[in-house]
């Protein structure tokens, strides 16, 4: 791969970790300021549970398009981790198919009823649905493009890797 393009493949992908942490930072301090406004002051806000909810749907479906590796991801994989390269490839080809299929059929649909959402407004701060749920398009257009590239990967001779439980959740 071209060294420029991965540099800059690098370089987003530390902006989508620091907007992620972002996001976990505006979410924590709109908790602590719901704590303080309702055991301290006893004045109860809605606004920031809200923003709260709307943080958690944005931070999962963010993390997972633009920040999770595959290696990171949760699996049951008893019989994938076993399987031999080979094996595993074809395992993973016909995984990666029908997800791209499944996730490319459902996206006309998924972009009809988001662009529809756009009648509702959140209860406390005015946010519009459309605005609020498009993450979920930018999330699986990105699944989308990620697994048509992992599978050109595959079909290009590198092979998933082998699970190793000592790497499991280790941050290696």
Do not use: C
Not at 82 to 91: C, G, I, T, W
Not at 98 to 123: E, G, I, N
Not at 139 to 166: C, H, K, N, Q, T
């Amino acid at each position: 791969m071209n060294p420029k393009l991965r540099a800059l493949g690098a370089w987003l992908y530390r902006r989508a970790e620091n907007v992620l942490a972002a996001m976990l930072a505006v979410m924590f301090f709109a908790f602590l300021l719901q704590v303080l406004f309702r055991y301290v002051l006893n004045w109860p806000t809605g606004w920031t549970n809200e923003l709260s909810a709307i943080l958690w749907i944005w931070m999962v479906l963010w993390g997972a398009a633009f920040v999770l590796t595959e290696q990171e991801e949760m699996r049951f994989d008893l019989l994938y981790a076993s399987a031999r390269p080979r094996v595993r490839s074809a395992m993973f080809l016909v995984f990666a198919a029908a997800l791209v299929v499944l996730y490319a059929v459902s996206l006309p649909a998924v972009v009809d009823y988001v662009t529809f959402m756009k009648v509702q407004r959140t209860a406390y701060m005015h946010i519009r649905f459309d605005w609020l749920y498009s993450i979920y398009v930018v999330f699986v257009v990105a699944i989308i493009v990620r697994y048509i590239w992992l599978s050109w990967r595959v079909l290009r001779g590198s092979a998933p890797d082998e699970y190793d439980p000592a790497k499991a959740g280790s941050g290696v």
